[in-house]
């Protein structure tokens, strides 16, 4: 599991203007990546005693931790993470996050996919069940509650 902390060094950028925490380096990934898209940049949240379904897509994704405290799992990896950290997911790989404890987490999830256009979704893994195709409906409209 590719997992970076937030306890990493910092580098002064832009003349002095910022200070930089990179968890991932100015083209790491640029090899693994070519021929990707940006697919998503989300935030999620889960409840105490749930868990994201596992799944897998060929996807790179990364689950950075916002709040709480959360156990990941990537194929047969696990790791507990706290705010700050940040969790590479390879594509294909079966991984599922979970909170720890009595509160909520919180992160933020960005994929670059290599999906073609007529085949955009994922496979579930479903705990005790079948893996099984469930494609994205992009066209779809998002339901937003504002009463949080």
Known sequence: MDLRTNDGPTVS???????????????ELRHETMGGYLELFSRFRLEPGTQLEPHSHDSDEVYY?????????????TAQLGPGDLVRIPPNAIHS??????????????????????RVGYTAHPIGGEPHW???DCHSTAVRSDAE
Do not use: Q
């Not at 950028?13 to 083209?27: P, Q, S, V, W």
């Not at 709480?68 to 194929?75: K, L, N, P, S, Y």
């Open 65 to 77: 931790l916002l709040s709480g405290c959360a156990e990941m799992r990537v194929g047969d990896e």
């Open 97 to 118: 996050i979970r909170p720890i404890g009595d509160t909520p987490i919180e992160a933020l999830a960005v994929g670059f996919s290599y999906m073609p256009a007529d």
């Open 13 to 27: 950028e832009h003349a002095g203007t910022c200070t930089t925490r990179f968890y991932i380096d100015k083209e």
């Open 134 to 136: 469930v494609p994205h």
